[in-house]
């Protein structure tokens, strides 16, 4: 054998480093490729359940979508925790006191813009007579309230307070909203009734109610909470007990309730009504 031929023909050290290298870009190719695939499966369902929420705040557009994608980076790690009082609030206790447990474990939740319930939600009956019983505040007290059209959320039915009764800065006095979809509402309350709606098993606060002065300027107050759909008439009563509590927040003002009793109420308070 002549090992000065076969030591010329070898391969070297150099081959393989070569082979080694092609290989590896190869596999980081692949890996790439998968990663790239997986990603968009994960896009693509995640963009279609923020499509199957409904309308909100947001647009229901690739733009609306990356701009929710961003907010994540800034939602609230728990929304069963209740904000904190500062100590300079004044009142620092807020004005719900009685209010039953609801029945039944909490429903699922999901989203940002919009935040809507994925179980437990109300149907067009039981969502058409909580949007009677809105009216009815309303029309009971024009001096102090009105119908409009959501600030925050652009198309839903929504109670204002009148503009020289605004005591808290919300979306042009928005005291809340109703969410035709699933039955629920957005409001925003003393942060003593939130703990106190958590604590009952109502509601929960809103992913991006934060409560640095700077975010809530720009984005929602950190007493806005989601109210669970009313499931029957007595639970519609104390979902409007809510909506008083927000109404005595964002005012100032306690609701009267012996004017209450308002004749002509499903004729009246009907049409969005924006005082000058």
């Not at 995640?46 to 994608?69: E, K, N, Q, V, W």
């Amino acid at each position: 054998v002549d090992l000065r031929s076969w030591e010329q023909e070898k391969p070297s050290l150099d081959y393989f480093s070569s082979r080694r290298a092609v290989f590896n870009s190869l596999l980081a190719l692949i890996l790439i490729l998968l990663s790239t695939l997986h990603a968009i499966k994960h896009i693509r369902r995640d963009y279609h359940a923020f499509l199957a929420l409904g309308p909100g705040g947001t647009p229901s557009t690739p733009r609306g979508y990356l701009r929710i994608c961003l907010l994540r980076l800034f939602i609230l790690r728990n929304p069963l925790e209740p904000p904190l009082v500062p100590q300079l609030l004044h009142p620092q206790l807020g004005i719900m006191k009685e209010l039953p447990k609801r029945i039944g474990p909490r429903p699922r939740v999901a989203g940002i813009a919009p935040q809507r319930l994925l179980t437990q939600r109300g149907g067009a009956e039981m969502y058409q007579t909580l949007t009677l019983s809105i009216k009815h505040v309303v029309h009971c007290h024009p001096d102090r309230l009105y119908l409009g059209i959501s600030c925050f959320e652009k198309h839903s039915i929504g109670i204002f307070s009148h503009p020289s009764l605004r005591h808290r800065p919300t979306c042009n006095g928005e005291i809340c909203h109703a969410h035709p979809s699933d039955g629920s509402l957005h409001l925003t309350l003393h942060p003593a009734d939130v703990k106190f709606i958590i604590d009952q098993g109502w509601g929960e606060r809103h992913p991006l109610a934060r409560e640095s002065w700077w975010w809530r300027a720009r984005i929602v107050p950190p007493g806005f909470v989601l109210i669970y759909a009313p499931r029957d008439e007595k639970e519609l009563n104390c979902v409007m007990e809510i909506v008083r509590a927000a109404a005595w927040w964002v005012s100032g003002t306690e609701l009267p309730r012996d004017v209450e009793d308002c004749v002509d109420w499903k004729t009246g308070g009907g049409d969005v009504v924006v005082p000058q």
